[in-house]
């Protein structure tokens, strides 16, 4: 078996994999809008920071072509909406702002809105591209950090379907199974909207990977009862101290791994840390709908008035945080202090 593609751009037509219809169904929806591109993001059609920043790209790309203005300046002010606009879809993941930003950066000096637009459908697919790439270097690295590790814990998607293909968290996973390599998986729900048993069990099956669900809180037992060696999670905003913003119960593991002496990785993409910020206490945290949580499919779950309170993601602080995995090295703990230059500029290694 194999995981279908997750998001096509071909003949200049975005194409993405609904994560909605998953796992009981392949579907694929075409973006033709930008709008199309937003309601997409808002409402987890297509999800995983990596991905978040590829289909944003893509949505300034097709908006571009839409325009009717001739002068770069007018051209300029309008895809500064648009930016604006896709910048809003969701607050957390810094893949969004970085790629939207790179897109930006790329028509800077352009003299035509002719170049502008073939600009930034190149740069899209480069976007796209090098993170295909980024994530298979990030997977090596993953199976080099876990070496000696085959049961392991995990939390969200942070998978093929999350990125351009092998994902961040689930990277090693998927070229561990293409080695012959074997690990036993145990996979978190990850409630309220069910992205470890609809996502990630149904991927890591597809590449033949023994997975095992859970519910979120199992969590503990299920360390101590099956012997689990790590935790690994994705990312969604990584501070310059190395705390960390990935899906909400992400922190209830960390504090696990700390209890159970076991090692808590973090795998990430360079384009995930957000150097503008010091700590995690600066990250936005998205609060979701009540109904993800009082309803369940289509079904009222709790009370007519019940108060709810939703946030997406969590913080972890660095100092639970073992090593951060990334496609330039692995980045442990006694280096977080140094993790601006650790990181540098994009295509520079990391020494560790």
């Known amino acids: 078996m194999s995981i279908p593609t997750p998001i096509i751009w071909e003949n200049g037509q975005l194409t993405i994999l609904n994560q909605h219809k998953l796992p009981n169904e392949i579907d694929y929806a075409a973006l033709e809008t930008i709008e199309d591109v937003y309601e997409s993001i808002v409402t ?3 999800r995983g920071a990596p991905a978040i920043g590829i289909t944003a790209a893509y949505g300034l ?3 571009s072509r839409k325009y009717k203005e001739q002068n770069i300046a007018s051209f300029h002010l309008r895809l500064h909406e648009d930016y604006l606009y896709l910048a809003g879809s969701r607050p957390t993941a810094v893949n969004l702002f970085w790629a939207l930003d790179r897109m930006m950066g790329k028509i800077e000096n352009v003299e035509s809105v002719n170049e502008a637009i073939y600009l930034l459908e190149a740069e899209a697919i480069s976007i796209h591209q090098e993170d295909e790439a980024s994530c298979k270097r990030l997977g090596l690295n993953a199976l080099e950090a876990l070496a000696n590790v085959k049961k392991i814990m995990t939390i969200c998607n942070a998978g ?7 994902g961040t968290a689930l990277a090693p996973f998927h070229l561990g199974a293409e080695q012959g390599r074997e ?5 978190c729900e990850t409630r309220p909207v069910f992205q470890g048993s609809r996502l990630t069990v149904w991927e890591l099956q597809q590449s033949g990977v023994d997975v095992t669900l859970i519910t979120d809180s199992m969590a503990a037992h299920t360390i101590h009862a099956k012997g689990i060696e790590a935790i690994i999670v994705g990312a969604d905003r990584i501070a310059t101290n190395g705390d960390t913003a990935n899906k909400i119960g992400t922190l209830n593991l960390a504090i696990l791994a700390k209890q159970f002496g076991i090692a808590f990785y973090v795998a990430a993409p360079s384009t995930t840390f957000d150097l ?5 206490a600066e990250i936005p945290i998205e609060e979701r709908k009540e109904e993800e949580i009082t309803t369940f499919a289509g079904r009222r779950i709790a009370p007519e008035g019940t108060k709810v309170f939703n946030p997406a993601f969590d913080v972890t602080p660095s100092e639970l945080i073992t090593a951060i995995i990334t496609e330039k090295g692995i980045i442990y703990k006694q280096d977080f202090s140094n993790i601006s230059s650790l990181i540098g500029k994009a295509g520079e290694e990391v020494e560790s």
């Open 61 to 63: 790309a097709i908006a």
């Open 160 to 166: 093929t379907i999350a990125t351009a293909k092998y």
């Open 183 to 187: 690990f036993e998986v145990y996979a």
């Open 44 to 46: 987890l059609k297509v």
């Open 276 to 280: 503008t910020i010091e700590s995690g």
